[in-house]
Nanobody, 126 residues
């Protein structure tokens, strides 16, 4: 497994931007597809965005398309989620996750990810 630590969460106003970071250690980072998930109180954890192991493929939930951008820097063992035009519905704990997938694919399935960070809180005030 790979160890993951998220950072960058906080309290922002609607319409603001925020950039989340996830630092990875322990394994060869480029062996893993990476994903961002979020979980709001009383709701299930949901897929937000994912990126394939070398960054060729990205995927987004419909609710964040056009507002969020995922990227990765394999030299720095890091993945990022740049969020803009934030809404109150984006309020949640955001988790970084890793899935060992050898092909250039992204999976939205929670159970496919075997390493998770501790989460970072994002709160968007109206």
């Amino acid at each position: 497994q790979v160890q993951l630590v998220e950072s960058g969460g906080g309290l922002v106003q609607g319409g603001d931007s925020l950039r989340l970071s996830c630092a990875a250690s322990g394994r060869t980072f480029s062996d893993y597809a990476m994903g961002w998930f979020r979980q709001a109180p009383g709701k299930e954890r949901e897929f937000v965005s994912g990126i394939s192991r070398l960054g060729a493929v990205t995927k987004y939930a419909d609710s964040v398309k056009g507002r969020f951008t995922i990227s990765r820097d394999n030299a720095k063992n890091a993945v990022y989620l740049t969020m803009s035009s934030l809404k109150s519905d984006d309020t949640a704990v955001y988790y970084c996750a890793a899935a060992r997938i050898s092909r250039a694919v992204v999976t939205t399935v929670v159970s496919a990810y075997d390493s998770w960070g501790q989460g970072t809180q994002v709160t968007v005030s109206a």
